[in-house]
């Protein structure tokens, strides 16, 4: 079963809007982190959001914001006031806190394109 | 602050030869990760390391191989290349203490084609 589902494979949206990317995620670990990652088509990718599986708020950095519902397993990510910049793939991964896995666990991503 | 530092950026080789990427970390990180990413198959794990100790490693052939120094700094080796292994080899590194989920932060990558 696939641990992190993105649904989304393209998105197109108008600049200045908001938009919502979404993501799921199945583990049955109680200590775990989902992160999101930006990359540009120059291919570098960038740590955006991170929330943690104990945190009460819903973390937010910036125009990022992460729409955290942990009974419904899901971590969408929020970008607001969408700027042309922000045309990039844009994954979804989790890490699971169990002492033997190091590894981060990705979606298949997100191409978002803004339009001007 | 410096972030993580992958050489070379670009790698053209041929089947049957063998390859070295070399990943810096973030200064004060001690685990870094590989990360293999290929239009078909995603973001794959290849393996992590912290303290010069390989803690995980992912589902690659024998071929994939991996250390790291006392530095932190890391390298990767893959021998016996094979057309399908062009891909965007991505380092990254995070303080790696145990008990903690931190972000992991990614170098430029090293792009690789085999011909």
Redesign the interface.
Same mark, same amino acid.
């Given at each position: 079963a696939q641990k992190i589902t993105q649904t989304q494979p393209g998105m197109f949206v108008q600049e200045k809007e908001a938009v919502t990317l979404d993501c799921t995620y199945d583990t049955s670990d109680q200590s775990y982190g989902l992160f999101w990652y930006k990359q540009p088509s120059s291919g570098e990718m960038i740590f955006l959001i991170y929330q943690g599986s104990y945190d009460e708020q819903n973390a937010t950095e910036g125009r990022y914001s992460l729409n955290f519902q942990k009974a419904r397993k899901s971590a969408n990510l929020v970008i607001s006031a969408s700027q042309l910049g922000d045309s990039a793939m844009y994954f979804c991964a989790m890490r699971e806190g169990r002492r033997s896995n190091y590894q981060l666990i990705w979606g298949a991503g997100t191409k978002l394109i803004i339009k001007p | 602050k410096a972030g993580v530092t992958q050489t070379p950026r670009y790698l053209i080789k041929t089947r049957g030869q063998q390859v070295t990427l070399s990943c810096s970390p973030i200064s004060g990180h001690r685990?870094v990760?590989w990360?293999q990413q290929t239009p078909g198959q995603? /973001?794959q $794990?290849l393996f992590?390391y $912290?303290s010069e100790t390989q803690?995980?490693k992912?589902n690659f052939p024998g071929r994939f191989s991996g250390r790291q120094f006392s530095n932190s700094r890391s390298e990767m080796n893959v021998s016996t290349l094979e057309l399908g292994d062009s891909a /965007?080899y /991505?380092c990254?590194s995070s303080p790696?203490g145990?008990?903690t989920?931190?972000?992991?932060? $990614?170098?430029?990558?090293t792009?690789l084609s085999i011909l």
């Open positions: - | 685990s990760s990360y995603g /973001l $794990f992590e $912290f803690r995980n992912g /965007l /991505l990254a790696g145990e008990g989920i931190q972000p992991q932060h $990614f170098g430029d990558g792009r």
